[in-house]
């Protein structure tokens, strides 16, 4: 069973790991931010076997194999570098197993571990790593022994897909046959029932998705479809019938629904799931099937599901009963689904992790999510909606801290994006390390925010430094009157769009924010169209112009939006935090930032992490930058334990 996202699904394993509070009760920075103990899971066709990718000591990625039954297991691979992680795994038979590792330069590499069985009470593994760079997995072939569809590009802008003999354990690339290709970057290739390729998607020269099916009757490609940039048009699997498509789109309504579709007549059928107020998330697919089991969908924050399948909603039921208040995703499962993987979780818990027996309703424990901090530690989150000054809902989140004294100094935390991300009832490490510190963190879903169609959507566009500032504002005023938080004692503080919005804020509502802090945020909008890593890219530019706006037409609007240019209106305290090859905001962003603060008088910290791009990701300067970040909030807020 797959789910059709890019949201990643942590699950986390658990570890025997003792860890000690210091005289205020604080936790140790590292234990919120080391790598999760396990990340994700898949059950094999026959629910004998667990592929498991786990990091039990927060330094490199493994492969590890469990056998249920016996409850042996043991690690089959381990990356080469720290910053190198284990993406997608895939059972492709009950013994062979293919997963991705992403490598620190770009690159994707294909991988299999072959199951031969236990020999003195060990499992025997091999292990290959030559399957070749930049390839993917299309099609598992379940029903077709060792087999399995890949795809992979040429330098002359050609795309292919090859069915390998993954039963070979030496030259694997030699035991592979074309079965499909085309011309341009195929992002997509879709197999029918039988495993066939059948489907293809491509960009065209304007940047817009290109669709096109194999008629059977030439053996040649016939373009469908071209969807804008702008729009949602994504095919999921095939119908039962072999000829109409599933498609997650919104061309022609508010939010993205679940439609039939015939590709040959360009023909939306038959609405199998659709919610006027919000998008949906997740499409649930089982590959043992072919078949889309089901869809997700938060209701503001929370997560709701539509299941269609009769098996998986029998054992969704049986969980939801185990686990009231809870998220639970089935997210992997047998041919039967008589033994599927859960995964449990909130907003105050990391995770569980199960194996979930639908026969006889047994649950087997694998362990809690992050055994390094006890159980009871993480706070609660609330969720709460106001209605803007222009009539939109904007839904916003508090998380209020258990060992301080109220009302709680606050910190305000804007999400990145900005537009089609969202904060949802979910464990945020971040927001729940900041809670153990002693501060309570609203959310806020402002306008252009994901989830909520495509009017709210666009309501954030052209709105950087402005009326998504607003909404936050909105959001905060109604928290105050709602929880036992004190006025006097707020700050702001974001990552990406989060920290422009941070630094924004504080210079348009001084009386409202005692201090900013940002990290990677864009202080000089106009620049962002020279630097960034999408700044040649013509189609992307183009988005942007949409977006934010036009730097040739809308010059004086984005000097007005940008931070660098407003610095003498800002009389509070600024952290400004900086990823030295950062390819989306320039390090020249902060400098220029610190420059003007500078040469103003203005009050600032500001650091560089050298190795650092947009987003920390060695653990060392995580724990450094938040030990930065606490000292400057306990500084300006005067907190008090």
């Known amino acids: 069973m797959r789910r059709i996202s890019t949201t990643a699904v942590f699950i986390l394993i658990a570890l025997v790991v003792s860890v000690t509070a210091d005289a205020a009760g604080n936790l140790p920075t590292r234990d919120f931010f080391r790598q999760y103990g396990l990340r994700n899971a898949v059950i094999s066709p026959d629910g004998k076997l667990v592929a498991e990718i786990v990091n039990p000591n927060g330094v490199k990625d493994q492969l590890l194999i469990r056998v249920v039954d016996s409850k042996i297991s043991g690690i089959a691979y381990t990356v080469d570098d720290a910053s190198d992680s284990i993406g997608r795994l895939q059972w492709i038979s009950n013994t062979i197993l293919v997963f991705m590792v992403q490598h620190d330069s770009g690159s994707d590499t294909l991988d299999t571990a072959q199951w031969l069985g236990i020999h003195g009470g060990k499992q025997q593994i091999h292990v290959s790593t030559d399957w070749g760079d930049d390839v993917d997995l299309v099609d598992p072939l379940l029903n077709k022994g060792n087999h399995a569809l890949v795809s992979a590009h040429n330098s002359d802008d050609q795309s292919f897909v090859y069915d390998v003999d993954f039963s070979n354990l030496h030259d694997q690339m030699n035991y592979r046959h074309r079965v499909a290709s085309i011309d341009g970057y195929a992002f997509l290739w879709l197999t029918n029932q039988n495993g066939e390729v059948t489907l293809a998607g491509t960009y065209g020269k304007g940047g817009e998705q290109l669709y096109s099916v194999l008629r059977p009757d030439t053996g040649h490609w016939y373009q469908f479809k071209a969807v804008d ?15 109409d498509l599933i498609v997650d789109t919104n061309i022609g309504h508010e939010t993205t629904e679940l439609w039939t579709y015939d590709p040959y007549k360009d023909k939306f059928l038959k609405k199998i799931y659709g919610n006027n107020d ?10 043992n099937r072919y078949l889309v089991t089901g869809v997700t969908w938060y209701q503001g924050p929370v997560q709701r599901y539509e299941i269609f399948d009769q098996s998986l909603q029998d054992v969704q039921k049986q969980l939801i009963q185990r686990f009231p208040g809870s998220r639970v995703n089935v997210i992997s499962g047998d041919r039967a689904l008589d033994r599927s993987i859960a995964y449990v979780t909130s907003a105050d818990n990391p995770g569980n992790f199960y194996v979930y027996e639908a026969k006889t309703n047994k649950l087997i424990d694998v362990g809690y999510a992050m055994p390094w901090i006890p159980t009871g530690t993480f706070v609660n989150v609330q969720s709460n909606s106001v209605i803007s000054s222009d009539g939109f809902k904007i839904d916003y989140l508090v998380a209020l801290p258990s060992d301080a004294k109220s009302p709680y100094p606050v910190v305000v935390m804007p999400h990145g994006g900005p537009l089609g ?55 905060v005023h109604a928290a105050l009157t709602k929880y036992p938080l004190d006025a006097n004692r707020i700050c702001i503080y974001g990552g990406s769009y989060g920290g422009y919005s941070a630094i924004m804020s504080v210079i348009r509502f001084p009386t409202l924010y005692k201090c900013a802090a940002s990290y990677a945020g864009v202080m000089d909008v106009p620049l962002l169209y020279e630097t960034s890593d999408w700044s040649d890219n013509r189609n992307l530019r183009k988005l942007m112009f949409e977006i934010v706006g036009n730097p040739k037409t809308h010059y004086n609007q984005l000097f007005d939006i940008s931070p660098v240019y407003n610095a003498e209106k800002i009389t509070r305290p600024v952290l400004i935090a900086q990823g030295a090859i950062d390819e989306r905001v320039d390090q020249e962003q902060a400098y220029r930032m610190k420059a003007v603060l500078q040469r103003l008088g203005k009050p600032y910290e500001f650091y560089i992490y050298q190795n650092e791009g947009h987003g920390l990701q060695y653990l060392n300067n995580d724990i450094d930058f938040h030990d930065k970040l606490v000292t400057f909030l306990d500084k300006y807020l005067e907190k008090q334990k």
């Not at 702008?230 to 072999?242: I, L, N």
């Open 421 to 475: 991300v969202e904060d949802t009832l979910s464990f945020d490490p971040e927001v729940q390390f900041l809670a153990n510190r002693g501060f309570a963190v609203i959310q806020v879903n402002y306008r252009g925010s994901g989830g909520e169609g495509e009017k709210f959507f666009n309501a954030g566009k052209k709105q950087w430094g402005k009326k998504i500032e607003d909404d936050i504002v909105t959001a």
């Open 278 to 287: 919000y998008d949906i998330d997740d499409i649930l697919y089982d590959w």
């Open 229 to 243: 940039p702008g729009k949602t048009f994504f095919p999921v699997s095939y119908a039962p019938d072999g000829h």
